[in-house]
Structure formats: C-alpha cells, structure tokens
C-alpha cells in the first residue's frame, strides 16, 4: 500500500488503512469552468485536439483530502493482467477478460472469486464455455439479474493491437448462467444470444414492480444502423429473448464520433441517459418499454441539436444522481500510443431539470494529472502508454465514486454541483508483473488502472484495476452514511438503494 498505516482488524477483516495520500499536488478539486479545450475522444483512445484553454481552478492544493479507504481485502487474479467487467452476487464476484484466450493469455475466461470473507477474497473457479475464452473474443461486460438468478456476460471482438488478441472474427453474444443456490460458485451455462448490431456496453434493468421481467438496453456503436437495441431477456432460462425497439440519430452537427457508447436508465425505466461521445449527453423517453407496450416506441427527449456538449470530448458513460435533477458523466481518454494523451479525461455534473436542454454546471479532474499545466512536464513515454482518465461511475445522493484509470479509485462530493470537491482517493501498490500488460494502459511506467464500475454490497466497494485485479474497501469520509446504508448499488444497472 502507499503510505498506508495497518489499522485494527474490524468484524474479523484483515484490514490495511488507505490514507489520503500527498503527492507533490493532491489538490482536493479541479473545479468549475466551461471553457477549457480539452480532447477528442473514441472509445478507444481519443484524438487530441489543442489541449489549451484555461485550465480548472485549483482549491487547497496542499491540503488533505477530508476521506480516505480502508483496504479490506485483495485478490490478484493469477497476476494475469487485463482483467475486466465486474459482478457481484451474494458470497461471490465475477470477472471479466480484456483480451482473449490466445496464446499467452493464462486464465482467460470469466473469474469467480468467493467474497465470504471480504478480507480474504479467492478464486475458486473460470467459466470458459462458448467464447469467453476464445482467441480474439472478451468478456468485458458482466451483469447479475438478481430476479433471475443468472450471470449475463457479453462477449465480442477485440483489438489486436490496443487488447493484445488474436485477429480472429468472433460473432457478439450474451451468454447466461445459472447462478442459483450452489450454482452461484460453479455458475451453469443455461442459454446463449446473439443480438444484430455489434453491441459494446449494455444496461440491465430489473422491472421494480416485476422481479421476473428484464431488459437489456444494449449500445451498438457503429457508424450505420441502429444506435441503441432493448432486449427482453425474461425468458432467457429457456432460450427466450426477444428484441423489443431500437433508436437511431443524425445529428445535424456531426462530430468525428457521434456513435452511442453507453447509457443507464431511470429506476423507474423512464428515463434513459446517453452518452454519445462526440454529439453529447441527451435523454430519451422509454416509458413504453417499462410498462410492456406491445410496440414500444422510444422517444427522444432533448432535441438533436441541443445536447450537452464541450469541446472535442464527448461522454462515456452517464448516470442519474438518485433523487436529484443531476447526471454525471465521464469521459474515458488513453495515452498518446492510442490517439489521446495529457490532460486526458473529465468527470461532469449536468443538471437535467429541463430535460429539453440539459445544461453542464461543472466539470471536474484530479490535480496535478488532469491540469493542463501539468502536461507541460510530462515525458513521452508516460505520455503514451497511460492514462489518467475518468471511466466508470457509481454514485449515491452525494458521493461519487469513480475509478480513473491511473489515478486509482477516486470520491468527488457532489453537495455542491457547481464545485464538486474530491474527498478521497485509492491508489493501490501495483503487483510487480503481471501474465498481460495492457497495450495502451499499462505498458509503460505507470501500473495502476482502475477500471470497472464500483459495486457497493453491504456498505463495501468491489472494484477491478485492469491489471492489479480485484480490491474490497471501506469509505471513510463525508457521507460515508449513504454508503454505510447502501445493501448494493452498482452504475450500470438499475438495481440498488442509494437513496429516495
């Protein structure tokens, strides 16, 4: 750990204490402004454009951090390198693959990793059936339909140069697993779907008023056809899933990628937020699909000419605030090696009170790594092979905890939109190898990259470093209460109770 303190073991935990740790410029914030040039993005890296501008204001840039993390357990998945999606069920967490089964690759397919004891996680199996350990296919997206007992992870194709796979086509598909009772350690192939489109991300959403009935709102980002795909999965036990609606834009100011990346939806099932890279973060009406229409029409919201936008850089993922009028977005920048570079990617808070004209009110990095200042002193080969990006959010009312790549695990208070401030921070020490470093995230200096979605269970955060593998810690700090409440909670689902 970097300069952490071993701390008393609680509930019979083993426990090591993450403290907020000093650089040369911790800084608490990167704060409020609008016009700042910063990059243009891709999903897999971004085109930089003019990194100039002014850069955000600094607050208390030698001050600590008001948080920190409690280290609880650690499981370093075979020190494979290039782990991915993660869920999270019961006793048990899965994880997913970034690259394939190719030569070279040890331990390819999905990781189950018993949690019983959150101080001692361990792996006690790897789902390898169908393409999830095949050459050139990844098992980047993991869910759990807890209405339905299953593990759905998606597989496709990757890249042999940014994922180190095998450049052999691979058919997309969802596969679902029965985790049910004991199967939960040893999960079951029970069904497998193959959408239309090439899908990369998806969003789960579990029916609040029907435990038995789910959806799959499935992002298919290519450059013609359909932007978004809704799936029901109800009968996928027995091999019956049915595509229910599909969405497309033209924007009538089109950027270099306007391609829909991810999105979440309202509890409710209302509500969808997108984001969509270059062209924006706006909202979609989906309230047919959640009441069952037998023709659900998915409706947009905000105009197609007046998303949310900012300069160059578009949104990777967006997730509602619960019981306040705020999105937050993040953007997901590689190193130079993959199009992007120094200052890399943002976090935002976007009011949706007029959902016809969502309107940004802050923007939001990590000091030094995201000031463009900083970048001024960065060596090219840092530069090209890292990143200290946003990636993938989880938040409460108040708290938001967002893996950013290099920088580790971060918590920004969002109390006040217009200034979110960072109130902790988790950067792990890296193992010393590992079986696959990351082409463009880690194969250069730097070895932390923090990378799912953060997965609240019992007031405890699951979250997966691409190359470190698989961390369970505690949030000490402002509103450590609406953690300490929270029974589950993830960002790419709609399950959870964080809050009204």
């Known amino acids: 750990m970097r300069r952490g303190s071993v701390s008393p073991t609680p509930l019979g935990w083993r426990s090591l204490r993450q403290t907020s740790r000093r650089s040369e410029r911790p800084g608490r914030l990167l704060g409020l402004t609008l016009t700042v040039v910063l990059l243009s993005f891709a999903c897999t890296g971004g085109l930089v454009v003019a990194p100039g501008g002014t850069p955000p204001a600094t607050r208390g840039e030698f001050a600590e951090l008001p948080g920190s993390f409690v280290l609880i357990g650690q499981e370093p998945l075979f020190e494979r390198g290039m782990n991915a999606g993660l869920a999270v069920w019961r006793d048990f967490a899965y994880v997913g693959n970034r690259t394939d089964g190719s030569s070279g690759h040890p331990h390819p397919g999905i990781l189950v990793v018993t949690v019983e004891d959150p101080g001692a996680p361990e792996v006690v199996g790897e789902i390898r059936r169908l393409h999830v350990a095949d050459p050139g296919a990844t ?7 807890p209405g339905g007992e299953l593990l759905i992870a998606l597989t496709f194709g990757c890249d042999a140069v940014l994922h180190g796979c095998a450049p052999d086509l691979v058919r997309p598909s969802f596969s679902f697993y029965d985790i049910g009772g004991d199967r939960a350690a040893r999960p079951r192939f029970v069904s497998e779907y193959q959408p239309q489109g090439q899908p990369h ?10 435990r038995g009935r789910a959806l799959l709102f499935v992002s298919t980002p290519t450059p013609i056809g359909e932007n978004l795909l ?27 990628d306007d391609a829909l990346h991810s999105l979440s939806v309202s509890i409710d099932g209302r509500r969808a937020y997108l984001a969509h890279l270059t062209a924006g973060f706006l909202i979609l009406d989906t309230s047919e699909l959640a009441r069952g229409a037998e023709e659900p029409q998915i409706r947009t919201i905000t105009p197609l000419d007046q998303p949310a936008r900012w300069p160059g850089v578009g949104p990777h993922s967006a997730v509602k605030v619960p019981g306040r009028d705020l999105v937050l977005t ?13 200052p890399w990617g943002w976090g935002r808070l976007i009011s949706i009170a007029e959902e016809t004209s969502p309107e940004v009110i802050s923007e939001f990095g990590v000091s030094p790594y995201n000031d463009l200042s900083y970048c001024e002193g960065v060596s090219s080969e840092r530069d090209a092979a890292a990143s200290f990006s ?3 959010p989880t938040v409460t009312e108040h708290l938001a905890l967002i ?9 920004f208070s969002t109390e006040d939109p217009a200034a979110p401030e960072r109130v902790a921070e988790f950067l ?11 082409p463009p995230l880690s194969s250069g200096p730097d070895k932390v990259v923090m990378w799912s979605y953060p997965i609240i269970l019992n007031g405890l955060i699951y979250v997966v470093d691409v190359r470190n593998g698989l961390y369970v810690l505690e949030y000490e700090g402002p509103f450590d209460e609406e953690l300490a409440e929270v029974s589950f909670l993830e960002g790419n689902s709609n399950l959870g109770d964080a809050s009204p």
């Open 139 to 145: 098992s980047r997206e993991l869910r759990i339909w």
């Open 201 to 210: 991300k998806f969003y789960l959403w579990q029916d609040p008023r029907d």
């Open 230 to 256: 809704v799936v029901d999965i109800s009968g996928a036990r027995s091999g019956r899933v049915r595509e229910l609606a599909t969405w497309s834009a033209e924007f009538p100011d089109p950027g270099p």
């Open 330 to 342: 993040t953007d997901e920048v590689y190193g130079r090696s993959a199009g992007g570079g120094c």
């Open 390 to 392: 946003s990636h993938n």
């Open 403 to 411: 893996s950013w790549h290099g920088a580790g695990l971060q918590a």
């Open 428 to 438: 792990p020490d890296p193992l010393l190898t590992v079986a696959t470093e990351d």
